[in-house]
């Protein structure tokens, strides 16, 4: 199965079995392959020709320091306040994003050895996932502009979202209405 891995919140790793005549996995799927999308153990039995059995452990773990292209500053939006960042952080290095690619959505990424005085580390910087932190980063923010998450460290961002009864009492067979309080 290959090593371990980490993966973000609305993201996928692909578990793939070298080929054999049968296989099962821990959530009893008997395909090559099986989609990983929350954390834990992964385990495949797999069985040659012959009758031989082999067992493997993939480990899936969630990382919630992602890295969203675009989103220099971490703050769950892309806009001008990100290309801030890529200048105070310009010309630095750090380790490449595996798979890096400027679409909108979580990646995962080692941590860089410089931080920025928030604590947030130069890895949100590199946009592009090259592992330099150049002005070409910042065409990764114009790429995803006005896009946003609420993916980072675990907070939401924005207002609170609730649904609000608009009759005190309701009754089997009563038709529910509510009304929608977007923040205040």
């Not at 090559?32 to 082999?54: K, Q």
């Not at 960042?85 to 909108?104: C, E, F, K, M």
């Not at 330099?132 to 609420?150: P, R, S």
């Amino acid at each position: 199965l290959g090593g371990d891995t980490s993966i973000c919140p609305d993201t996928f790793a692909v578990c793939q079995a070298a080929p054999f005549v049968s296989y099962l996995w821990s959530n009893a799927a008997t395909t090559s392959s099986i989609v990983a999308n929350s954390a834990g153990d992964y385990i495949v039995t797999v069985t040659d020709g012959n009758g031989c059995t082999w067992a493997d452990t993939l480990t899936v773990t969630m990382n919630s320091d992602c890295i969203w292209p675009g989103d220099a500053n971490h703050d769950g939006l892309a806009n001008n306040a990100d290309i801030l960042d890529i200048a105070y952080a310009l010309n630095s290095t750090g380790p490449q994003r595996l798979n890096a690619s400027s679409a909108w959505y979580g990646q995962v990424c080692n941590d860089w050895s410089q931080a920025f005085p928030s604590s947030l580390n130069f890895k949100q910087a590199d946009c592009d996932g090259n592992g330099a932190v150049e002005n070409l980063d910042t065409l990764v923010v114009i790429q995803n502009y006005g896009l946003t998450h609420n993916k980072g460290a675990g907070t939401a961002t924005g207002p609170n979202l609730r649904l609000v009864p608009l009759e005190p009492i309701y009754y089997v067979g009563d038709t529910l209405a509510l009304a929608i309080h977007l923040g205040d």
